[in-house]
């Protein structure tokens, strides 16, 4: 089979690997969708000749298939797979991570932050940019009949990722939050937000990526390139500040116009990856007794969730894709999803 593999510099190959047979405990599943995640840039943009970790590699002294938004149908089950995790045919997405299976953590779903150490898939394991791919039964979450492949691929990251943090803050109707970053992290986090009945502010420098959240439900648009975040939020809130505000950008000035727009006695939670900011801890925390809370993905059980939000209430969360590719693509995709300009793109096996 073929895999895309990320060589360094803004470059990638798509590369020959032996199609995968699974062990004991483990299935492989059939790719049908492979999201493109804004996490994967940061081993996209990897200089060349840099670290194994940087590049992907890990510790397997290898190239590595990069794509860490699996959804496909299992296609071969190994010895002592229960029929109840996978059968031939399942539709399933996958929680890209692999741990010890027995510390709190992992069984807890929350296998990312396993005390024994992480695989995560497409960064130090193989990943779903690719034909197949092999892991273990128990990373399996079933995808709704209801729900696309696409869907599936977007709800096993970005969109996932989005649902847990607002999960994490637990937004209701009645609150206003401010969502700084339209990218699909952002976005998805405005079409979830609204669809659960609060008041969403999206805020962006992208005027494309402001209309894209206008479309996906938002009350009220910011530019924050041309206008102070905070006193524009306030100015939407009689003055108060937004009960929540939602960090997607991974961005210093995002993650500050986060904190400064809360309101006294409200919660700001960090999403985006990477980066640092400077607090003023005083006038920006304590005295307004702001909660600051982070929220990395999900667990299995938050993912499978996501997932029954998304088919009860009919969210068209395809909608986020505004490019979709094939494998043989997938330099063109990565060019254009380096710029930070688009929607979502996906990697499509098949229609679907």
């Known amino acids: 089979m073929r895999g895309v593999v990320f060589t360094g510099g803004r470059e990638l190959e798509l590369r020959e690997f032996p199609d995968p047979s699974p062990d004991a405990g483990e299935v492989v599943v059939e790719i049908k969708a492979s999201g493109i995640c804004g996490s994967d840039l940061m081993t996209y943009r990897a200089p060349k000749g840099g670290t194994s970790a940087t590049l992907g590699l890990g510790g397997r002294g290898g190239p590595v298939i990069a794509g860490h938004e699996p959804c496909g149908v ?19 997405m996958v929680h890209h991570y692999r741990g010890c299976g027995v510390c709190p953590q992992c069984r807890t779903g929350w296998t990312q932050m396993c005390d024994a150490g992480t695989t995560v898939y497409g960064v130090t394991g193989h990943g779903a940019h690719a034909t197949y791919m092999k892991v273990p039964a128990s990373t399996l979450v079933p995808l709704p009949d209801a729900l696309s492949f696409a869907t599936g691929a977007a709800i096993s990251c970005g969109t996932g990722t989005a649902y847990g943090a607002l999960r994490r803050v637990n937004l209701s109707g009645n609150d206003t939050i401010a ?7 952002g976005l998805s986090a405005t079409q979830l937000a609204h669809a659960m009945g609060a008041r969403v502010i999206a805020l962006d420098p992208s005027p494309e990526r402001l209309a894209r959240a206008k479309a996906f439900g938002a009350d009220a648009l910011v530019d924050p390139g041309t206008n102070d975040p905070a006193a524009a939020v306030r100015d939407l809130t009689t003055g108060r500040g937004a009960d929540i505000t939602l960090d997607c950008s991974g961005k210093a000035e995002g993650r500050s116009g986060a904190i400064r727009s809360a309101r006294k006695w409200g919660t700001c939670c960090f999403v985006g990856e990477s980066g ?5 801890v005083s006038p920006e925390i304590l005295r307004k007794q702001l909660t ?5 993905t999900f667990s299995t059980v938050g993912q499978a969730e996501c997932a029954r939000f998304i088919a009860e209430r009919g ?4 909608a986020l894709f505004t490019h ?14 380096d710029t930070q300009t688009t929607g979502k793109g996906v990697f499509l096996m098949e229609p679907g």
């Open 324 to 337: 979709r590719w094939s494998l043989d693509q997938a330099a063109e995709a990565y060019r254009l999803f």
């Open 179 to 185: 969502i700084f970053g339209q990218g699909p992290v």
């Open 315 to 318: 969210i068209e969360v395809d």
């Open 74 to 92: 299992v296609a071969a089950i190994g010895p002592g797979v229960d029929a109840r995790e996978a059968h031939l045919g399942k539709r399933v």
């Open 292 to 296: 600051i809370v982070g929220s990395w």
């Open 276 to 280: 640092s900011v400077t607090i003023e």
